[in-house]
């Protein structure tokens, strides 16, 4: 049997003796023309070859989830849904990971490596077109496991960190500008952007102990710094507005446990009520199972859900997506996958 799509050059052959009624062919692409022939041979007379016949693959699924998986050992992004239907969307040679929507879902940014730097680029929706964002300065942190960016509401520009500096750009490199510098002991190690009017900024920042985490509301220019959580024995994580800017997700280590690793035993999701003096609530504490870390939180598009990754706290064992209402009731979504977006 041979098969060929209306880009390529030649037909392949995809199967040879074939006796049977059926065939599977995996690893097709999505919204393309494909063209294929069968040639049967009797091993007596001449091979008889077939009418050319056609078919075209399903329009690339439009999944609202976003998240990161190994394959071979190399992060790969995947998009997916609700009922937990994936599709691969990188095959790259090199690490990609921390994929973000912009708020229009046409456009996927991530963090990958050019050398030995990080730099974040940007792809279609269904993983084409890679373009490098950031040209000059690339993306660091003290906490470089954790750290991460934010689109700005409109999808117009992207605010990331460069250790002790915050900057924002262009999805297309330009417009490159200096948010706020704070002092070289410190580093930035996550960043959001609020959809609300105010077009305010959550920062976490860290400073060389793994451990030193504290939250920050600042506005666009850098100026009207507010701390709204303070560090405290344990690791803080994430950082994340909510759809209408008045609460920020993040996590905590409750054990309070620090060692030289940055080791966690406990960590959970807690929302911060902005309106209510920072008042906090653990979303974590009814139905996490013991021994198991939550990380790397983010809301549903409508608020009503958080979408996470859970692992066990040994450091080293597989990773899980879950999705938890604001009761802390938890769903599995897709397993040996994470750092999620949902939008």
């Given at each position: 049997m041979l098969l060929y799509s209306d880009n390529s050059a030649q037909f392949e052959t995809i199967g040879s003796n074939i006796t049977s009624k059926s065939f599977q062919l995996d690893g097709l692409k999505h919204e393309t023309l494909y063209f294929w022939q069968i040639i049967v041979k009797d091993g007596i007379n001449d091979p008889v070859n077939g009418p050319i016949w056609q078919f075209k693959t399903k329009s690339f699924p439009e999944y609202r989830i976003?998240?990161?998986?190994?394959?071979?050992?190399?992060?790969?992004?995947?998009?997916g849904d609700t009922d937990g239907?994936?599709?691969?969307?990188?095959?790259?040679?090199?690490?990609?990971?921390?994929?973000?929507?912009?708020?229009?879902?046409?456009?996927?940014?991530?963090?990958?490596?050019?050398?030995?730097?990080?730099?974040?680029?940007?792809?279609?929706?269904?993983?084409?077109?890679?373009?490098?964002v950031t040209e000059t300065i690339p993306i660091e942190s003290f906490d470089e496991k954790y750290m991460s960016y934010s689109w700005s509401p409109n999808g117009s520009q992207l605010v990331y960190m460069n250790y002790n500096q915050l900057y924002k750009i262009s999805p297309d490199g330009s417009g490159l500008e200096l948010i706020k510098e704070i002092?070289?002991?410190?580093?930035?190690?996550?960043?959001?952007?609020?959809?609300d009017p105010t077009s305010r900024l959550v920062v976490r920042t860290s400073a060389g102990n793994q451990?030193?985490?504290?939250?920050?509301?600042?506005?666009?220019?850098?100026?009207?710094?507010?701390?709204?959580?303070?560090?405290i024995a344990?690791?803080?994580?994430?950082?994340?507005?909510?759809?209408?800017?008045?609460?920020?997700?993040?996590?905590?280590?409750?054990?309070?446990?620090?060692?030289?690793?940055?080791?966690?035993?406990?960590?959970?999701?807690?929302?911060l009520d902005l309106n209510n003096n920072n008042y906090y609530v653990d979303l974590s504490v009814d139905d996490k199972p013991a021994g198991t870390n939550d990380l790397d939180p983010r809301y549903s598009p409508d608020g009503a859900y958080i979408i996470f990754t859970n692992t066990n706290n040994d450091g080293i064992s597989q990773k899980n997506i879950l999705i938890m209402d604001l009761d802390g009731d938890r769903t599995l979504l897709f397993e040996n996958a994470e750092m999620a977006d949902w939008r």
């Open positions: 976003l998240f990161s998986r190994k394959v071979n050992n190399i992060f790969q992004i995947f998009s239907n994936e599709v691969q969307l990188t095959y790259s040679t090199t690490p990609v990971w921390r994929p973000r929507y912009n708020p229009q879902r046409t456009k996927i940014a991530f963090i990958s490596l050019d050398g030995i730097e990080k730099h974040i680029y940007t792809m279609n929706s269904n993983g084409t077109n890679i373009q490098k002092s070289p002991n410190l580093s930035y190690a996550y960043v959001d952007w609020t959809n451990y030193d985490g504290d939250l920050y509301l600042m506005n666009l220019d850098g100026s009207g710094e507010e701390q709204i959580f303070a560090n344990g690791r803080t994580g994430a950082g994340v507005f909510s759809i209408d800017g008045n609460k920020v997700l993040f996590t905590h280590d409750a054990s309070g446990f620090e060692n030289q690793e940055g080791k966690q035993l406990d960590t959970r999701v807690n929302i």
